[in-house]
């Protein structure tokens, strides 16, 4: 059973950090990727990465503040968050697919549970 299952969010100042983990178990994937959705809006891309080269792509609302990084071993993909502001404020999800253009977001099948961000201001 193919699984993706998210952690490390919780509530933040604004301007503080967190660090999101995802353990994918079942298979591996070549692409995995971070999603968010606020309240009373739709799902956005947040970033992703392509599992075999390390390459990664980030939404502009992000660059330069979220880093995503993966650990081989434990099949794992990690969303580090600097600088979070309030309009971070949302549910983080983990997905993933087979293909390896990881820049296609919008053929991502996999995905976990998600888990809650807050920044206060």
């Known amino acids: 059973q193919v699984q993706l299952v998210e952690s490390g969010g919780g509530l933040v100042q604004a301007g503080g950090s967190l660090r999101l983990s995802c353990a994918a178990s079942?298979?591996?994937?070549?692409?995995m990727g971070w999603f968010r959705q606020a309240p009373g809006k739709e799902r956005d891309f947040v970033g992703a990465?392509?599992?075999?080269?390390?390459?990664?792509l980030y939404a502009d609302s992000v660059k330069g503040r979220f880093t995503i990084s993966r650990a081989n071993a434990k099949n794992t993909v990690y969303l580090q968050m600097n600088n979070l502001k309030s309009e971070d404020t949302a549910v983080y999800y983990c997905a993933a697919r087979s293909g390896s253009d990881y820049t296609r977001w919008d053929l991502y099948n996999y995905w976990g549970q998600g888990t809650q961000v807050t920044v206060s201001s």
């Open positions: 990465i392509n599992w075999s080269g390390g390459s990664t």
């Open positions: 079942g298979r591996t994937f070549s692409s």
